[in-house]
Nanobody, 128 residues
Framework: EVQLQAFGGGLVQAGGSLRLSCAAS????????IGWFRQAPGKEREGVAG????????YYEDSVKGRFTMSRDNAKNTVYLQMNDLMAEDTAIYYC?????????????????????WGQGTQVTVSS
């Protein structure tokens, strides 16, 4: 059974940093692309970033480009999202998702439709 658990959220002041982690189990982690998504209050869930399986290619939505960095440690079955220079607009529940990487184009790594397996979210609150 594919299981994903996001953690590391919290309350931070604007301009601060947080690192989210997504721990995975139940599948061959190396073969899966992972995406980060978020849902702000009253808004639809949106893509944030994605990382491919073995070549470690990443993609970032414009809203986070230059501030967020996604990485993965295949030995630990974990993906990270380093979030710097946080803004109030980054306040949301953050989710990680996974699916088998058939050769996703980088721009598709942050598309929800590409992912079948979702974890529980972690709340990030940025105070201004």
């Amino acid at each position: 059974e594919v299981q994903l658990q996001a953690f590391g959220g919290g309350l931070v002041q604007a301009g601060g940093s947080l690192r989210l982690s997504c721990a995975a189990s139940g599948f061959t982690f190396d073969d899966y692309a992972i995406g980060w998504f978020r849902q702000a209050p009253g808004k639809e869930r949106e893509g944030v970033a994605g990382i491919s399986s073995r070549d470690l290619g990443t993609y970032y939505e414009d809203s986070v480009k230059g501030r967020f960095t996604m990485s993965r440690d295949n030995a630990k079955n974990t993906v990270y999202l380093q979030m710097n220079d946080l803004m109030a607009e980054d306040t949301a529940i953050y989710y990680c998702a996974a699916d088998w990487d058939y050769g996703l184009e980088p721009r598709k790594l942050s598309r929800q439709i590409e992912y079948d397996h979702w974890g529980q979210g972690t709340q990030v609150t940025v105070s201004s």
